[in-house]
């Protein structure tokens, strides 16, 4: 083997490694290893000391000879990947790259060895047993004993590089291949976007501009062709044949033009083709090239997958420990809920999240909801009461697991038992949009131990003694309900929004309980407040506050500006449910705008309390009613529709009913969307459970 070809292949394994976090080396047939290991994956070169050479050879001795890409488990849940570099006559070295680490293996997360060790887990094994595979080939490429290599033009540091950057290595590869003076003009990716249809994504050379965006169909012309027999193409001296049509707006057609497919991470074939305008031959090593530029590309699009991956993994990780520390922080059950369904409905990206829970000191149910659910809530909160034997079991065959199940109106959504051991503290339901199967399956894990930590916290919070000023702070705010009913309803929906706002800024226990507790006593003046809680700095927030919603120039300090200004935002809000009218604020600080802006949009927070032995549908409706009788902005008919409107008749049903015409329905329906400031049927009826829960 020429010496040249081991230093071109010590510079691929270089660029490998730092692409994939793996460590490379490259052995005979007996296990001696032959180029230099290349990479910095600590937890490798740790098991190298401790004799993993070895432990290979007899791998090699013992297990015949590897004729795939196989992946040994050197140790209890850390394994190695071994790849034949095959030549015309068979087997003539073995690729070895190591170590990934099983997701759930048992090991000391405080090893620093194992901090930047790949993981391995069933839904990627295929894909880095794939690697291996493509990475053997590049191997075989370069220990081919030409006078000219096919990496030659290429520049392996450049390429290492980008991927040490995080950045694009296929946009950096494609960069090289079409540098002046090569046979390759161009070179592009196709991704399906359609059941038949290819669009041209991503291209890099001559005439990019013109040909990113262009589309093909499966079957059609050499692109269409590659894609439907997944097979390597190479046409010569195309520039008249009306395969190459996609290139017919060009002022000139190629005359060279090679096709190959890439898999992505997702599992998709994407359609890899590249070309000249110029060259009507290939020579032999552009063909090489081309043959490696391919494997390059796909391994690089399935490692940028892998990484996206691996990198939302910590993300997630990440988020868990900070809702430990939210929780650990919150001694509040309600904070503490209002916490869970924000973290659960932005997660899903669904339409509502919700949460059914036992109050242990009255023995009621709570209901806390955020979003919009599309149907009769009480419907659904009665079956899931029925599955939960009314708070006090864990459904059948869960296992206190999250289970997906289909609502009374179609949707679907995730439940998640909020349970101590078998003690059930309530239930988490998050509603799902057009997740695919394995962004459900992310969702899933991940509410699973959301729930978990969420029913530990509530049974903790549970068996804590009450402080003080929590008790002081909630008995003011129970005799503003005697006072002012209103005011009550007022305060409560503020405070709510504060609690989830200061929780998305962060905020300290202390600093988020001073907001909160400054909505909840607005209803009294900050002198009273600060002789009540002297030590709090909630008669300062709301000072601050009052400022701002007078558009009066405000005392700034570090402290309480921020703080103030989210208690304006919620106050003045919660007196007219105008955003308008917290919009015309002085900004005091956009990120706090921004946040409460986002909340408030996505729907806000309503909550109702019922005996858990259920209540009839006759109760639900009369309920409804009267809910909408208080609504003295509306008239004795626009009241009447909107009961109907809100038990879900539809117009047709609503004329019957009423014994006037639709047309006549659908005038009333426009007045009171206009009354209500909505413009649709599920706001309105939103506006109707608001006001019941409200009131």
């Known amino acids: 083997m020429m010496a040249s070809a081991i230093e071109l292949l010590e510079k691929v394994q270089q660029t490998f490694a730092s692409q994939y976090g793996l460590t490379f080396f490259l052995t005979d047939r007996e296990g001696e290893v032959l180029t230099s290991v290349e990479g910095d994956n600590r937890l490798c070169s740790t098991m190298l000391e401790e004799g993993l050479l070895n432990e290979m050879e007899n791998i090699l001795k013992h297990g015949g000879r590897i004729n795939r890409p196989l992946m040994y488990e050197i140790s209890s849940g850390i394994h190695i990947m071994a790849a034949p570099v095959m030549d015309g006559e068979g087997t003539s070295h073995y690729l070895w790259a190591g170590v990934l680490v099983e997701q759930d293996t ?10 930047t060790v790949p993981v391995l887990d069933e839904d990627n094994r295929s894909e880095w047993l794939q690697l291996a595979g493509r990475i053997a080939e590049v191997t075989a490429l370069c220990l081919q004993q030409t006078d000219v290599t096919p990496l030659s033009s290429l520049s392996l540091d450049r390429l290492r590089k980008s991927v040490q950057q995080h950045e694009a290595a296929s946009a950096e590869l494609f960069s090289q291949v079409t540098e002046d003076g090569g046979e390759i003009e161009f070179l592009g990716i196709a991704e399906q976007t359609g059941e038949d249809v290819y669009t041209v994504t991503n291209i890099i050379g001559k005439e990019a501009g013109t040909l990113k965006g262009k589309q093909f169909i499966v079957g059609e012309g050499f692109l269409g062709r590659t894609a439907l027999t997944e097979a390597p193409g190479y046409w010569e001296d195309i520039g008249r044949d009306r395969r190459s049509r996609i290139f017919s707006s060009l002022e000139q057609r190629p005359q060279l033009l090679f096709t190959d497919t890439a898999r992505m991470h997702d599992g998709s074939v994407a359609v890899l083709f590249g070309g000249s305008f110029s060259k009507k031959r290939a020579s032999a090593s552009t063909k090489t090239l081309m043959q490696m530029t391919s494997i390059l590309t796909e391994s690089s699009l399935l490692v940028e997958g892998l990484r996206e991956e691996n990198s939302q993994q910590l993300s997630r990780l990440t988020s868990l420990v900070e809702i430990c520390r939210l929780m650990a922080s919150t001694p509040d059950p309600r904070r503490m809920i209002l916490i869970l369904l924000d973290i659960s409905i932005n997660l899903v990206e669904g339409p509502f999240s919700l949460i059914l829970i036992r109050d242990n000191k009255s023995g009621k149910g709570k209901l806390v909801t955020r979003g919009s659910y599309d149907g009769e809530v009480s419907q659904y909160v009665r079956s899931m009461m029925e599955r939960t034997r009314q708070l006090s079991q864990l459904p059948d065959e869960t296992d206190g697991e999250p289970y997906v199940v289909t609502l009374p109106n179609g949707q679907q959504a995730i439940e998640c038992p909020l349970a101590y051991g078998n003690e059930v503290q309530g239930v988490l339901s998050v509603g799902i949009g057009n997740a695919a199967e394995l962004d459900l399956q992310e969702h899933i894990a991940f509410l699973q131990t959301l729930s978990i930590i969420g029913g530990v916290s509530l049974q903790l919070t549970g068996h804590r003694e009450t402080h003080v000023e929590e008790e002081k702070s909630e008995a003011l705010h129970l005799a503003v309900q005697e006072m002012d009913e209103a005011a009550y309803a007022r305060s409560k929906e503020a405070a709510e929004l504060a609690a989830v706002i200061t929780a998305r800024l962060e905020f300290s ?10 909505c909840q006593l ?82 806000h927070v309503s909550e109702v309390e019922f005996d858990l032995a259920g209540s009839s549908k006759a109760d639900d409706i009369q309920e409804i009613a009267e809910a909408v009788k208080r609504m003295d902005h509306l008239s004795p008919r626009e009241q009447e529709v909107l009961t109907l409107l809100a038990e879900g008749k539809n117009n047709q049903d609503i004329a019957e009913i009423l014994y006037i015409s639709a047309h006549t329905v659908k005038n009333h329906i426009t007045k009171i969307f206009h009354k209500l400031d909505v413009s649709d049927r599920v706001s309105a009826i939103s506006k109707v459970y608001r006001y019941l829960h409200k009131h």
């Open 106 to 115: 048992e090991a000391d997360t405080q090893d620093e060895a194992y901090e």
């Open 509 to 518: 226990e202390t600093s988020a309980r001073a907001v909160v507790r400054a």
């Open 522 to 603: 607005s209803h009294y003046s900050p002198d009273f407040i600060r002789r009540i809680f002297p030590e709090s700095d909630t008669a300062s927030v709301m000072e601050t506050g009052n400022a701002i919603l007078q558009h009066r120039d405000i005392p700034r300090t570090d402290s309480t500006d921020v703080a103030g200004y989210i208690y304006a935002l919620c106050i003045a809000y919660s007196k007219n449910d105008r955003l308008e009218d917290a919009e015309a604020l002085p900004r005091i600080d956009e990120e706090a705008l921004d946040t409460f802006l986002s909340l408030v949009r996505t729907t």
